[in-house]
Every structure is written in C-alpha cells, then in structure tokens.
C-alpha cells in the first residue's frame, strides 16, 4: 500500500487540481439543477418542490420554449452543415501545399478565437446594421440591402454567416484529416483518369468520414450552445420577434433576468437531452457511413 | 504493348538538378529493372514516365508517341505502388472496377474484365473482402489485378515487394515473373533489391544520383560492370576491391597489392597507374590461386548451401570468400588466400571498367619481394 500511494501519490498530486474542479465547480452544480429543476427557486426564497411542474409547464403551456426550440433548430440545421462545408473547402485550399502554409492557418484560425467574444458580436451588429458595411458594400452595387438585424426574416441568418465565418477549429481537424489520406491513393486514381469531382466523392469525403462525424458531432453540440453572438447581437431579448430567441438566450434570461431559477435549471437538462439525443443519433447512423481504416470486422 | 523511349530527359527542383541527359530506350515487351540505392533517382524516373512528375527537360515517348503533355491517365499505362495504393473503403472487386468505371466502359466489359484478373491472380475467393481483412501477399495481387483490368500497354511497378516478408518476396517474384510471360506487356520495374532486379529483369538499369551507370542484361551486369558503382552493387555477397598499384617492368605491368606478392598482369595496358581490382567472393579461393597470400579468418557464416569466410590479410584488409556447402574452417584459423587472373576485373583511378588485351588468362608469375 506504502508503495503504491509512493508510485502513483504525484499523479494524484497533479490530477487534484482537476478533480477539486471538477467536483465542486461541474459535478456539485450539475446535481444542484438537476434538483432545482424540480423546485420553484426565485434565488431569494428557498427552492420548493413543485414535481414535475416545470417540465409540464415548458412542454405544455410555454410557447416561448417552443419557439426557442424552432430558432435553435434552425440555427443548427444552417450554421452546422455551412460551417462544415466552409471548413472543408478552406482545409482543402490549404492542403494544396501552399507556401506559408502556417501563416494562412493561423490567419484563418483567428475568427475562431475572436468568434465567441463579445467584441465580434459587436461588430457583426454593426456590419449587418441598417447602415453598416453590408449595406453600404450593396448599395455600392445598386442594391438595396434589407435591414439585417431588424427584420425577423433575416436577423438569424446573420449570425449563420458569423457561425461559417469561425470555421477555423473543424479546419483544422478537417487538414489533419486530409494530410492523413495517404497520397498515392490520389496518384492511383490519377493514373486511371478518375475525375477531379469523383476522386472528392468516391475517394476523400469516405476516408475523411471519421473527420467528418468527429467535427459534425462537435459542432453540433457547439451550435445548440450558441449564446454570446446571440444574446449581444439581439440585446439580450431573442429580438425582432423572437428571431434570435436562441435556447440558450431564453435559459439566461429565465434564469438571471427573471429569477426563475428552478425552471431554468429545467430548461438546461432538457438541452442537454435534447444534444445527448442528437449525439446518440449520429453515432447510432455513423456504421452506416463512416468508415474507420483500422476496425475489424 | 509499347516501347518506350527516353531522350535527354532531365528533372529539377528549382535550382537543385537531380536528373539530367538520361537516355533510354526500352523495347516492346521488355521486363526492364531500375535498380539503383536509395535517393538514386529510380522511383522519380518511374513517376515522370507514370505523368505523375513533370520532366524539366528532354522528352518521352511511348509507343513512339510523345507524352510529355499528356497527362497519367492517357499515356495508356498502369502502376503498381510500393504501398499498394487500395481504397480501403471499399471491396476488392470494387477496387478493381473503379478505374474502369472512369471510362464509361459498359458494365458487362468491367465484370468480364474484373472476373478475369480475379482468376489470372486467383483472388476470386477474395472479391468481397476490404483491403484490411487481406494479408500483404493478397493486396499485392489485389493491386496488380487493378493494374491488369486497364489492359495497358505499359506496366509500371514502384517497388512492389519491399513491403512483403522474405517468403512471400520470393513468392511473389515468381508470380510477378510468370505474369509477365503470360501478359507479354512491357514491364518497368523499380526496385532496390538487386536479387529482384537479377531474377525477373530482361535488362537491368543501374542508377546512380540521377545517372545511368550501365544498362545491360543480369549477366552482362554481372559478369562485365562498367564501372566500380556497378561492380560494387551488383552481385551479393559484394565484390572484393583490392587497391593495387601498377608499374612498368619491360613489357609487362606489374600490379604490387597490399597483402599479396607483386604478379604481373597480362594484357592491359596501362602504366604507373593505380587501379582497382575486383574479385567475386566466389572466384576467391581459399587453399590457393594464381596470385595467393595468407589470412585469417575472422569469421564463418553458414548459410546453408554456401559458407561465408570473412579473411583478414596481413594489411588489413578483410576479403570476403563464398564457399560452396559447409566447410570445415573456423575463426582464428590461418588460411592460404588467392584470386586467378582471369576471374579479376580491372578499374582505372576514375572507376571505368579497363579491359586486359589479352583476354586469354596468362599464368601469373609471382616476382620476387613481397608487398
């Protein structure tokens, strides 16, 4: 026993930090709303336990749920396949074997960084404003453009612009994936007067498939999870017309800005329901296209 | 089938030349070898036939038909990649249809042509199988199969057996060389293991740092190297190189080698020069020879139908003698060591191969006073 708290005490030593966060900042919490999401908690008055209440009430009788629920969908059924597309094309160009090849990288990684920050949202509200630079690069052109961020129509569609524009992370693994396709497979099908379009096809999307359901789920959960672009970009209301209400947005505001806390907390285990379902789902489909070089049959 | 000429063809990466004025003329249905060591510049040459690699310089033609602007998949020629190159996606039989598919070929051709292969290379029970769940002999022939579907005219194999075990190499070379008989298509082969390109080549090509060192059958590489690189690469156990220094004495030339008594060298011309003479281990005799000396043996490796003596001579110098069967010698013993005229090849300071005038084997006449 001596030996072996003696072997392994400085592993434990250099995990404690973790396991300290871990327990009280993610576990602790995650326990608490699972048992506030049962309870009406206004964070003032002690929690009291109401049921099933609140999922009744949020599958039942509130609307604004379901509506975030449509704005999120929609939010991920664009923002993820354009991510990934933008993603892929860019890693593509990149694999080409440019000169500086670390400088674009990064150039192209950096709205990843700056995505999440408020700083961007600012500047997409202000890009995508009546008289921002879209507009003004359209009527430089003769075009009218449409007030972005105010006409319920279009609002969310900006900030499905600013999801493909962070594409930097999923190219990244997207190049790693590329690089990993070896390259005499290419010279192979070369050889035998396989078009460009169908070595993509036949050749690069089925090995790249473990990069593709890897970035896919990542970006997934990602999307579900958009809050800061969205809440800065609407002012913090899911504004004009609950086009922006994204999930997320509606859970803060039930949470911090109305003080409902025990619904909130509801609220946040049905996202992550919601994303377990989604995730379940790709792994469930992934036998059915992804196609891993090492499994065995 | 095709024949396939190279003229004063020339490859460069920038500033940096790695091939240039390379001249080749490959006949229709040859099994033709390139053979050289690593970086030697075989595989990039394979490449820029293939279309894979542009040339910088000079042209090729196959078929009598310039290609240098015609891309891979129209020069009419398949390749075998040293990593077998199979989309590991998908089945054998739809490897082997793949490139077909290219040409919009009716579907009954590919089948026909698909089936055919599987039983040339007898893969047939193999069809359904992705390439994971082959061995390494299989894919092999999963690969050379793909290349038989396209019916080319040229065949090119990029050091297809270097990734096999020993066992299966020599397998697969009979195979390989049975195909060729049976397929009748010229065939280019690179390879850096000279027993390969010895066993399978009609003619060999011996590449040195992007430059023909010699082209010739097996035999003629063999029995005739041109050059010191030749007679070095070729043939395993290696050749012995004995430095020697030869000077006029009347009408003969004495050559003075370490380790050995002066002997005259019949024939050859040269003066006051220095040379370098070869031997093959098996033309080195242990017991004697027309020039002889004494050694130790240092080592004796057995390899069953040959026995290996590692023998140091007085200067030094190890020679290497090959020894039909087992023989009962042992390290540490001290033997008599010896060459006879006829079996030595002769190379001038600059490497190239001279040849004696007399090609008549003269007894040598050991001189007084020993090296």
């Known amino acids: 026993m001596k030996r072996f708290i003696a072997r392994n005490a400085p592993g434990y030593i250099f995990l404690l930090p973790w396991f300290l966060g871990f327990f009280l900042l993610a576990l602790g919490p995650i326990l608490a709303s699972l048992y506030l999401s049962f309870t009406r908690y206004d964070m003032v008055n002690a929690p009291r336990w109401i049921g099933l209440g609140n999922y009744e009430y949020m599958f039942m009788r509130d609307r604004r749920f379901w509506k975030a629920l449509e704005v999120t969908f929609h939010y991920v059924v664009l923002a993820v396949p354009a991510r990934l597309v933008m993603a892929l094309a860019v890693a593509m160009l990149l694999d080409k074997g440019l000169r500086s090849i670390g400088l674009y990288r990064a150039i192209f990684y950096l709205p990843s960084l700056l995505g999440a920050s408020i700083a961007i949202a600012i500047l997409w509200r202000q890009l995508f404003d009546a008289n921002g630079v879209v507009n003004q690069a359209l009527a430089s052109l003769g075009i009218q453009g449409p007030e972005w961020l105010t006409n319920p129509d279009t609002s969310l569609y900006t900030l499905v612009v600013l999801a493909m524009w962070q594409f930097g992370s999923p190219m990244l693994i997207f190049l790693a994936g590329l690089r990993g396709i070896p390259r005499d497979l290419y010279e192979a099908a070369e050889i035998d007067g396989t078009p460009r379009w169908r070595q993509f096809t036949r050749i690069t999307l089925p090995l790249l498939a473990p990069v593709i359901f890897f970035n896919l789920v990542l970006q997934t959960i990602d999307a579900f999870k958009t809050f800061s672009s969205a809440f800065i970009i609407s002012n913090g209301t899911g504004a004009p017309a609950d086009s922006m209400l994204f999930y997320t947005v509606y859970l803060f505001n039930e949470a911090f800005k109305f003080f409902r806390m025990g619904y909130a907390s509801a609220l946040a285990w049905v996202l992550l329901i919601i994303i377990a379902i989604f995730t379940a789902a790709a792994f469930l489909t992934s036998k059915y296209w992804v196609h891993y070089e090492n499994e065995r049959d | ?371």
């Open chain 2, 1 to 371: 089938m095709a024949g396939l000429t190279l003229r004063n063809v020339g490859k460069s990466y920038g500033a940096l030349q790695i091939m240039q004025g390379l001249n080749l003329d490959i006949h229709d249905g040859e099994f033709l070898v390139l053979v050289g060591p690593s970086g030697c510049g075989k595989s990039t040459l394979l490449r820029m036939i293939a279309g894979l690699e542009d040339i910088t310089d000079g042209t090729i033609a196959i078929g009598g038909k310039v290609v240098n602007d015609l891309p891979a998949s129209r020069r009419e020629l398949s390749m075998v990649f040293q990593s077998y190159a199979l989309y590991p996606h998908m089945t054998v039989a739809k490897n082997l249809a793949f490139g077909l598919q290219n040409f919009r070929m009716p579907r009954s051709e590919v089948e026909r042509r698909v089936a055919e292969a599987a039983r040339i290379l007898q893969i047939e029970p193999l069809m359904d199988r992705k390439p994971r769940q082959l061995s390494g002999g299989q894919k092999q022939r999963v690969a050379i199969g793909r290349a038989i579907v396209r019916e080319p005219k040229l065949f090119l194999f990029d050091e297809p057996l270097s990734n096999l075990d020993a066992e299966l190499r020599v397998q697969m070379r009979a195979e390989l060389a049975s195909l060729y008989a049976r397929l009748g298509t010229t065939m280019i082969y690179v390879t850096h293991d000279q027993v390969e390109a010895m066993t399978m080549a009609s003619r060999i090509v011996v590449l040195r740092a992007g430059k023909i060192e010699q082209v010739g059958t097996p035999q003629e590489l063999y029995t005739r190297p041109q050059n010191l690189f030749v007679a070095g690469f070729i043939g395993s156990p290696k050749i012995n190189m004995l430095a020697a220094e030869v000077r006029a004495d009347g009408e003969r030339s004495l050559a003075r080698v370490a380790g050995f008594a002066d002997f005259a060298l019949p024939g050859l011309a040269t003066r006051d020069s220095r040379l370098t003479l070869c031997v093959r281990p098996g033309a080195l005799h242990v017991g004697g020879g027309e020039v002889a000396s004494e050694g130790t043996i240092r080592l004796v490796e057995y390899l069953g139908n040959e026995t290996l003596l590692h023998v140091a001579l007085a200067s030094g110098q190890v020679l290497l003698a090959s020894i039909y069967g087992q023989a009962s010698y042992r390290a540490g013993q001290t033997v008599p060591v010896g060459f006879d005229l006829a079996d030595l090849h002769y190379f001038d300071a600059s490497g190239q191969r001279l040849e004696p005038e007399m090609p008549a084997p003269v007894p040598a006449q050991a001189v007084s006073g020993s090296a």
